[in-house]
């Protein structure tokens, strides 16, 4: 039996019946990580999920995709912004 690496979940799941995962989610992760790395993104983030459930109940285009990638750069962004954080604060206490 196949044993699916970490690079082969990140472009293809299960339950994608279309076939473009990989690149609806490598396109939703820079909109991710500009909404994790400003701490005051809250309305952006609202925003995004807003049209997202807005698209998917008209188009019917399965925006768990997009949910995906914009939470993995989520994800990225916060590590970011927390990053430079702390190199801002080691910078001031040296």
Known sequence: ????????????HDRDKVGDFGSRVMLHIPI??????????RG???LFLRYEE???KWVK?????????AMV???IGRA???LVIALIIIEVMK
């Open 1 to 12: 039996m196949y044993q699916r690496n970490w690079i082969d979940k990140l472009i293809k």
């Open 32 to 41: 991710g990580v500009y909404m994790g790395f400003f701490p005051l993104s």
């Open 44 to 46: 952006l983030r609202e």
């Open 54 to 56: 807005s698209e998917d």
């Open 61 to 69: 285009d399965e925006a768990w995709k997009d949910y995906a990638g």
């Open 73 to 75: 750069g989520y994800v």
């Open 80 to 82: 970011m912004m927390w």
